[in-house]
């Protein structure tokens, strides 16, 4: 565990502490680089056996679209790095149904499986999480 | 409380640093604490000594050096998202160090809020 940490000690008293961390994801996945720099937090924060929920919503939606060609814009195409989560046990991934629809998507274009919840639905999530961090 | 601080955008461009700033002041005039500014995204921009702003306006990155050097507080800055943008130990002003992303994490495990400045 501490090997992750940057090499700074980390105090005693958190070993064992489990908190729930949500990711928003609301950027497109190549006009910035928010979302790829997200999913490195997101991946650190797996070796730190956390509690861990990803939120995608407004066109952080388009991350996890399938078919995703990146190599006319020189970007590397990091959309499969999404499918390897479940190999950190990050298994709750949640889209907001309006950014969905409001791009005309449904979960059958997204290369993962994720549990669609509407604005009140999300609300509930996020209410219950101790650490929301959004990108 | 203790609060945990994300910051996602660079100086000058943004308003993100500049309400940091602010609300860790307040923060801290009111007795709370402030476990760690963590800079990640752009705003490990804040950190480079080579920073020079007009004389009329304020310095953003000296401000933050005064905030570690009387307050203590921790001020670190993402390895990864600062070699991307060529933030490293050289040009790295005072008060800042530079680290992993697991400290980002950590200061969420221990602090009672994490409040993230950005777009």
Partial sequence: MTESTGGIEMEEDMSGTVKKFAFINRKAPYGTIYALESLEVVLISAAFDQDVSLVFADDGVYQLKKGQATKAVGMKNFSPTYRALEGYDIEKLYVEKSSLDERGLTPDDLIVDVEVLDSAEMAALLEEQDVVMSF | ?119
Wanted: overall charge negative; hydrophobic content about 40%.
């Fill in chain 2, 1 to 119: 409380m203790k609060f945990g601080i994300l910051i996602n955008e660079g100086p000058y461009n943004h308003q993100a640093a500049d309400t940091a700033y602010q609300f860790c002041k307040a923060a801290l005039d009111k007795g709370h604490e402030i476990d760690r500014v963590f800079f990640y995204h752009d705003g490990v921009n804040n950190a480079t000594k080579l920073t020079e702003p007009p004389q009329d306006d304020r310095h953003i990155v000296n401000r933050w050096s005064k905030l570690a050097e009387e307050h203590g507080v921790d001020l670190v800055v993402c390895v990864a998202a600062g070699l991307r943008r060529g933030i490293v130990d050289d040009n790295l002003a005072a008060g800042f160090r530079i680290s992993g992303l697991g400290q980002l994490v950590e200061s969420g495990i221990r602090s009672d809020r994490v409040v993230t400045f950005g777009d």
